[in-house]
């Protein structure tokens, strides 16, 4: 049997391509914050709306959740909630009050200001795959434990991509850089090698500050510009079920303090950590968020907060999770439902469970992106180079997925659906006739550029051309031009006193040990 | 480097699979006619609703549609139209009584009942790939003409797949038959390889009829039993800009008078046959379809029509044609509008320009899948099997897009946001607590077989499992289903004197020469 995986032929191909794009390794749609306009899908009635609010509710009442963090714990005292020993439940009343502090949307500022983000309202923003242990490129073509410099090729994707509006957390974990100083090196990286809004782990105070001070050093900011308003967020999971560990809401509350934005995300897997009925899982995810988001809003009322989903199903056969399932799209879509409900931001995933970027790959993170499109998602983690649940970052896989992210962000264009009288086109239709084409027509000639979305992997050559050009799957396309954006890279501006003072910065942390390694 | 692409390295994995199945191919979903809840995506507004239903009535009524049917044009001149030469126009408030004529919702019952199918309403069908003239699988490697034995195979893919409703036209041409008989052929394997809804191409009296007679057959139908309700249908695309030409209405007409059903399909692409603007070739679409369809509702009120969109854009850089486009959905939903202003039932398509089953084939396939869906399409041809822009067919292909079908079904079932008690589940939250697992509880043991869709070629195991059973990719796990499938196919129950009698057809027309094929 013929390797119809095998792809090579003939070397041909690029020369092209090369000349097409000029000196750029790829064309690609300019930077820009899209909104979905786009009436979200909703599976769920007002009903269904108010069963899952009232089990939530009832959580949050009858069975509270555990706080591990010993000043949570005297916060929610201080505020009324009844607590005993580590578990706190709460009154729908006073949830309720609380959640109406949150804005429904807000701004986050990076170094870059033309690089700002608005979270919430109809915006749609992407971000970077984060934390794989592993990584797999079709060079190495075997899973590997990353490093600091896949590490930082990644944050060089996420920086080249216009559709790529922040750095998540590390893209890979980088294993070859010591736990207690890794923060230091990977955040150094993400500040000189990307201008967009930037991540800090909720892994212990000197990780999230250690953040915040390289954000303040990065955009010179003083100590009151940088807590006026948000310029960096963290992002924490909840131990599901019905769990906030000592360390994350350690961090939000750093964050909320000081002006910075969280995202809550609990992690609710059907069948696992959470009830086998997606309703369910869903129920049990949204008193898990909104019982921190309730407690942020308590210490700073206004604080900037997102509720995240992260809830799928298992494999009936295996037990590992699945994603971008039928199931998973629809608890995306309800829990969207949920965060309008409740007024807040959404974040939701681009994710798969497939091992290699192919079909299923494709077909799972195509799953998951649109579910966050229909859904009404503000912010799209993990949009681009996410693998095998997220064990696996793949810079075949991001390129890929920035190819499907950039057609979502130009579906959004409100162009494409005018319907003026030179869109509706009849003195065009008249001109041309029915033995004509509309090629040459002034009509076309006037909108050819900009009319439809162009593609960068994507190959819509007829198979002899594409043939004649080697053969090339999708997977090695992306490869290629993977290696042409590296080759081509070049670091967004930075003043050298900045750069030296964040590497002063680093070696000084550095020398006094960096942050404990017992999380 | 490592060539990413090449799969196999050990041979195993198999044996768990084949132990986990018993002797089926595959486990897979049962056959429904799956309803389609969502509410749809609407891009426009009513003023732009409006806008293409008043620019298709000005084409309709001041430029006028060719119809080289001299049988049409003598209908339309009766009818009161204004026909010149070739040249027919038409008054809105005809045209719109006509269309009032049509039925919204219609069944097909072909030769097994149980596959009766309804077109229209809210249901959701899928069809296989139709007409590529080529063939491309893992195991020849590359691009062949297509022959009688791979439009078999195809065939038992269409009949196997519960997930595939009705059978379109030859899911590739088989170019080892000459044109004359092809039809008595192909249509001879899909009466006794498929029980589903058969397909007649307009191509000539002799090809339509040919079909109708073997349907009657097949069905063990009179004359009178089979022109009583729809068991068949036919396909016919105008020829853009303006133009129905003579075999197609003919076809048509045929088809309408025995009071089977029509389907009328537009091929308009952005910036050849169609203006560049997609609201352009949206209206440009809808005219040609209605002038059509107008046309059957007058020579048979309630005739059961459908109209398709094939709307889609050139290649900015090759006028090659792009599917699955930002352009292309947006096109589909806006025409989706359109067929519910009309009351008309609607078909779309599952397309994509990539020439291999791999990620850029799955991400344009998906987009286009997903956009039947959000715009309440009831027909989706071309659903399994396409590759190239509908130039190849390809096994894998047809397997990975049931795959994907499958999952969308799945998501229509309503169960999966069911909100119940026992769906918000706060008994078994409370049950569980915050440091069990969901695994083992009675809540989740009753459901767990039917909770999440299960997969039959998505891989959901780790990286090592994957990696140990010979680190399959898609594609590859995709052609080895498809084998299976072949291997253990199972011809649908025929009597035998039905199929004697099909043969026994077949030999009688092949003896009196067949189709002209001066088409």
Not at 79 to 86: D, I, L, R, S
Not at 394 to 407: A, G, L, N, R, W
Request: proline share 6%; with cysteine.
């Amino acid at each position: 049997m013929a390797d119809g995986n095998k792809p090579r032929r003939r070397g041909g191909g690029r020369a092209g391509a090369a000349h097409r794009r000029g000196t750029a390794a790829i064309e690609q749609m300019p930077w820009r914050v899209p909104v979905n306009t786009d009436r979200p899908t909703e599976p769920l009635g007002a009903d269904g709306v108010q069963a899952i609010h009232d089990g939530a509710m009832r959580i949050l009442e009858e069975i509270g959740i555990e706080f591990l963090n010993e000043e949570a714990l005297a916060i929610f005292k201080e505020a009324g909630c009844t607590v005993n020993g580590t578990n706190v439940r709460m009154g729908r009343d006073w949830v309720m009050e609380m959640l109406g502090h949150a804005p429904e949307q807000f701004d986050i500022t990076p170094r870059n200001p033309d690089k700002k983000i608005a979270m919430g309202g109809k915006h749609i923003l992407f971000g970077n795959v984060s934390s794989p242990p592993n990584y797999y490129d079709l060079e190495i073509g075997k899973k590997v434990s990353g490093s600091r410099a896949q590490c930082a090729n990644l944050l060089r994707l996420t920086q080249y991509f216009n559709c790529i509006h922040f750095a998540g957390g590390y893209p890979v974990e980088p294993v070859d850089v010591h736990a207690s100083v890794r923060h230091l090196d990977v955040v150094y990286d993400k500040m000189t090698l990307t201008d967009k809004v930037a991540h800090a782990y909720s892994l212990g105070k000197e990780r999230v500050e250690d953040v915040m001070e390289m954000v303040k050093i990065a955009g010179g900011l003083s100590e009151e510009d940088f807590a006026s308003k948000p310029h960096m967020y963290t992002n924490i999971n909840s131990t599901s079920p019905l769990k906030h560990d000592v360390p994350m809401i350690d961090g939000c509350l750093r964050c909320v303090r000081r002006g910075q934005a969280v995202i809550v995300t609990p992690f609710t897997l059907a069948g696992a950590m959470a009830p086998v009925t997606m309703t369910g899982a869903v129920t049990l995810s949204i008193a898990e968020a909104i019982s921190a988001i309730a407690l942020f809003q308590y210490v700073r009322p206004g604080a900037p907060c997102v509720i995240g989903t992260f809830t799928s199903n298992v494999d009936m056969k295996s037990g590992a999770p699945a994603f971008g399932t039928p199931e998973y799209m629809r608890a995306t879509q309800i829990t969207g439902q949920m965060a309008r409900f409740y007024g807040l931001p959404m974040r939701a995933s681009g994710v798969c469970a497939a091992n290699v970027p192919d079909g299923q790959a494709m077909w799972e993170t195509s799953n998951s992106l649109w579910s966050a499109v229909q859904s009404g998602t503000n912010v799209v983690y993990h949009a681009a180079g996410w693998l095998e649940g997220g064990l696996i970052a793949s810079p075949e896989k991001f390129v890929m997925d920035c190819e499907v992210i950039q057609m979502i962000q130009r579906y959004m264009e409100p162009q494409i659906v005018a319907t003026g009288p030179n869109d509706i086109a009849i003195e065009a239709i008249k001109e041309v006739g029915p033995n004509g084409h509309f090629f040459g027509i002034e009509h076309t000639q006037k909108r050819y550029e900009e009319a439809f979305y162009q593609p960068f992997v994507s190959d819509w050559r007829n198979f002899e051309a594409w043939e004649a050009a080697g053969g090339i799957w999708t997977a090695e396309r992306a490869h290629r031009t993977f290696k042409d954006i590296i080759a081509q890279f070049e670091e967004p501006p930075m003043g050298v006193a900045v750069k030296e003072e964040l590497k002063d910065f680093v070696a000084r942390r550095k020398a006094e040990g960096g942050a404990p390694t017992d999380f």
